[in-house]
């Protein structure tokens, strides 16, 4: 079903969580609630599932108006970051609890059980306790819990947090399996980026109760909407450079530590800044390569400096330099890492940078 949220606020006593919040989705898609601790997701999410009541706004399932509908009416269904299983039954009864109280004839659990066992592979389990089985396989279980009742939205509170990296590597990939096979809306909550860009087909980041920017992976990391989001998403942090806008005849550039850039072929949101304007121009490490790439002169510049020190990440390295007043980095695969002291020449490839406004932080 789709979802729709408008003008989403919270309040808790004097404090607002949840500030004007504007989102929506169609049917089938994978939205993502990302950010840090504090900054209103699961609050957001609570809100969708009926948990919480809303301050302001409205919440659309399919296009019904649910704001003010309890819980057991919306028709989702939510799995919570502790699993939050019966100890004492088994895991047929554990997935099949909610039916019983819904009163649903036993013919028709046993079937909706199967089917949902089949599903998520934990048929040779459903005889178990849940102290008898594996993270993995207690997840799955609340999962199951879930989708037996067949609902419109899946909600999901950081359901992977509580597993090792290995495990959370590979239910990634079935959580996102699963959502393809079922085609079922699902809205899942997370600090984590790698879940965030690995299995939404849409991102909401937010920050301090607010929507920072809401778009699909591919734009969120490589169109970041301010300065917030481009430091809050990436594995490695964004270079940051001071600069001022130089509007010439031959084009415009921004000039940063005595160097002008060339930045025509920029995509500016609106008319192009003028000359004086104080920017800030952010460059991903993967955007920096030794000299030696083929890049258009027009969107790119070269540089040579000390590498100053290597920090391992496994396949890949960061190497650390000087540029613009700056310290830098780079990613370099670590087969061929430059030793710390050694002079490189490097090139900046400026087709992927991001000029932010120095006092707004708002992206150019």
């Given at each position: 079903m789709s979802l729709k949220l408008t003008g989403i606020s919270k309040r808790f006593d004097r404090i607002d969580v949840l500030r004007n919040i504007d989102i929506e989705i169609g049917k089938g898609e994978f939205l993502v609630l990302l950010g840090a601790s504090g900054c209103g997701k699961s609050t957001l999410l609570n809100c969708i599932a009926g948990l919480e009541d809303v301050s302001g706004g409205t919440i659309e399932i399919g296009g019904r108006d649910v704001t003010g509908l309890d819980p057991g009416d919306r028709n989702v269904a939510m799995v919570f970051q502790s699993y939050a299983l019966y100890p004492t039954m088994t895991v047929e009864r554990n997935i099949s609890f909610g039916l019983v109280c819904q009163g649903v004839p036993r013919a028709d659990r046993r079937s909706a059980v199967t089917r949902v066992a089949e599903l998520l592979r934990i048929g040779d389990l459903l005889d178990r306790k849940p102290s008898q089985l594996s993270g993995g396989q207690r997840q799955r279980v609340a999962i199951g819990r879930a989708l037996v009742r067949d609902p419109e939205i899946f909600l999901l509170d950081e359901p992977m947090s509580n597993l090792d990296v290995?495990?959370?590597?590979?239910?990634?990939?079935?959580?996102?399996?699963l959502?393809?096979?079922?085609?079922?809306?699902?809205?899942?909550?997370?600090?984590?980026?790698?879940?965030?860009?690995?299995?939404?087909?849409?991102?909401?980041?937010?920050?301090?109760?607010?929507?920072?920017?809401f778009g699909t992976p591919h734009e969120i990391y490589h169109r970041p909407q301010n300065r917030f989001v481009a430091e809050f998403v990436g594995l490695d942090r964004m270079n940051f450079f001071d600069g001022v806008i130089s509007a010439e005849e031959d084009g415009i550039f921004v000039e940063t530590g005595g160097r002008l850039l060339p930045f025509s072929h920029y995509g500016f949101r609106g008319a192009p800044p003028r000359t004086g304007r104080r920017v800030v121009m952010g460059l991903r490490p993967e955007d920096i390569f030794r000299s030696g790439n083929s890049l258009d002169d027009h969107v790119s510049a070269q540089a040579e400096s000390r590498v100053i020190r290597c920090d391992m990440t496994g396949g890949d390295v960061l190497a650390w330099f000087e540029f613009a007043g700056r310290l830098t980095a780079c990613r370099l695969r670590s087969s061929r890492a430059p030793k710390?002291?050694?002079?490189?020449?490097?090139?900046?490839?400026?087709?992927?940078?991001?000029?932010?406004?120095?006092?707004?932080?708002?992206?150019?």
């Open positions: 290995k495990l959370r590597n590979r239910m990634r990939v079935e959580l996102r399996d959502h393809a096979r079922l085609g079922t809306t699902f809205v899942l909550v997370t600090h984590d980026q790698i879940e965030a860009m690995t299995m939404a087909t849409r991102v909401a980041v937010l920050e301090g109760g607010r929507v920072q920017q710390p002291g050694e002079r490189l020449p490097f090139c900046l490839d400026l087709e992927n940078a991001s000029l932010f406004d120095a006092d707004t932080g708002e992206r150019l």
